[in-house]
């Protein structure tokens, strides 16, 4: 099993910054990583999918970059309802397919 | 844009079976080659991949979960369904049904193994 791990698990960003999360895959994933925001109460969101490309809807001030073992996600300009947990997810090697711990971004 | 909606028991005594129901509206559940997963998150944590399912009926489970869990598919009410049985509390979650498209930014792939609509979940909690 792939284990996908986050850092930092909280990020405390002011609006208007940018905000910086990574994600590491236990061995290579190639490009086959998604990312997601969930709020609270809420279904998690598809942000990112094959590490870069951003789904149907989502801002350009959320971008991902990275391939094999390294994933960054980037939110550039944080509004407020950017503050949320987001999470990685490989689809690479399967079943299963596993997720991140989630990072948690909350307002500085 | 299709709309996923969980239903089912919010408690299960320990031991027994816990059956959910997602209905899909916004589109037909066969009308393509997406598959129709089960993902779950106990209070607090991260996601967990349960198994998906194709129309076809196709499975794919989760190794940790496989000898407890069955997917199934009903196309006539557009609905798939999740049943784990011999439940612990460690089966307390909220459940989440998603789908996992075979076509997405117009390329068609059986690899997008990704999650593109979600249900917002039902919690299950498991006591007697």
């Known amino acids: 099993e792939i284990v996908m791990t986050q850092s930092p698990a909280t990020l405390s960003v002011s609006p208007g910054e940018r905000a910086t999360l990574s994600c590491r895959a236990s061995q290579s994933v190639s490009s086959n990583l998604a990312w997601y925001q969930q709020k609270p109460g809420q279904a998690p969101k598809l942000l990112i999918y094959g590490a870069s490309t951003r789904a149907t809807g989502i801002p350009a001030r959320f971008s991902g970059s990275g391939s094999g073992t390294e994933f960054t996600l980037t939110i550039d300009s944080l509004q407020s309802e950017d503050f949320a947990v987001y999470y990685c997810q490989q689809y690479t090697n399967w079943p299963p397919l596993t997720f991140g711990g989630g990072t948690k971004v909350e307002i500085k | 844009q299709v709309q996923l909606q969980e239903s089912g028991p919010g408690l299960v005594k320990p031991s027994q079976t816990l059956s959910l129901t997602c209905t899909v509206s916004?589109?037909?559940?066969?009308?393509?080659?997406?598959?129709w997963s089960w993902i779950r998150q106990p209070a607090g944590k991260g996601l967990e991949w349960i198994g998906r399912i194709h129309t076809s009926g196709s499975t794919n489970y989760n190794p940790s979960l496989k000898s407890r869990v069955t997917i199934s598919v009903d196309t006539s009410k557009n609905q798939f369904s999740l049943k784990l049985n011999s439940v612990t509390a460690a089966d307390t979650a909220v459940y989440h049904c998603?789908?996992?498209?075979?076509?997405?930014?117009?390329?068609?792939?059986?690899?997008?193994?990704?999650?593109?609509?979600w249900g917002q979940g039902t919690l299950v909690t498991v006591s007697s």
């Open positions: 916004g589109g037909s559940i066969s009308s393509g080659s997406d598959y």
């Open positions: 998603a789908r996992v498209p075979y076509c997405s930014g117009g390329t068609c792939n059986t690899g997008n193994n990704w999650f593109d609509s």
